[in-house]
């Protein structure tokens, strides 16, 4: 399964849009692109996942290039709540042992 | 309210005690895992099942023991032979199958040797 490099921290303002990036070069045809959150002390919590094309849903947005070796989470207007460590995570549909989290990014909204 | 309960929280143990924390989920998953964090760092996976009586280790199992009697029930028993188990322990579960496994988790229990 691929990997996935992530910055590790991140700023933001508070009502602009967050772009998270996430490097997964080695990523094959049959794997999805994950993301989580997760605030301190607390559970991960799903965001989106996608295989090739872009997905909306009420918590964000994702944007993998055309040849699967990246991809973008944007939060559209982020809130001083979406303070935490996002994970991108690549994971194939069989390999349920296969689900690295790796270190994530820290993103800090500030007001 | 359908989900994944873990228990306890916090838990502390002495040294050379053995301690079972508890997973519990109401959201029909086959598969169940268990994952450990330590400060700063990311998820480590230490075993996960797909089917009820089975099980399977992950990365880090040694000193780690689980079972699986019941589809909703994965309990995790940290024993002596863990040299290090001060840590936080994350419980999830996932459909099985290629139709959706998103992975679900639990709140987890942070577990301190004293």
């Known amino acids: 399964d691929a990997k996935t490099t992530q910055p590790t921290s991140m700023d933001c303002a508070e009502g602009r849009a967050a772009n998270l990036p996430c490097n997964h070069s080695t990523i094959s045809g049959n794997e999805y692109v994950y993301w989580y959150r997760q605030i301190h002390s607390q559970g991960p919590q799903y965001i989106i996942h996608g295989l090739k094309n872009n997905e909306t849903n009420e918590m964000a947005s994702l944007i993998i290039t055309e040849d699967r070796k990246s991809s973008t989470l944007i939060l559209p207007h982020a809130t001083l709540r979406d303070t935490a460590v996002y994970y991108c995570?690549?994971?194939?549909?069989?390999?349920?042992?296969?689900?690295?989290f790796g270190s994530g990014t820290k993103l800090n909204v500030k007001p | 309210d359908g989900g994944i309960t873990q228990s306890p929280k916090y838990l502390f143990r002495k040294e050379g005690q053995n301690v079972t924390l508890s997973c519990e989920q109401n959201l029909n998953h086959d598969a169940m895992y268990w994952y450990r964090q330590d400060p700063g760092q990311g998820l480590r996976l230490i075993y996960y099942?797909?089917?009820?009586?089975?099980?399977q280790k992950g990365d880090i199992a040694e000193g780690y023991s689980v079972s699986r009697e019941k589809k909703e029930s994965f309990p995790l028993t940290v024993t002596s032979a863990q040299k290090n188990p001060t840590a936080f322990y994350l419980c999830a579960s996932s459909i099985a199958g290629p139709s959706g496994n998103t992975i679900y988790f639990g709140e987890g229990s942070w577990l301190t040797v004293v």
């Open positions: 995570i690549v994971r194939g549909l069989y390999n349920f042992n296969k689900f690295y």
């Open positions: 099942s797909q089917i009820v009586n089975d099980f």
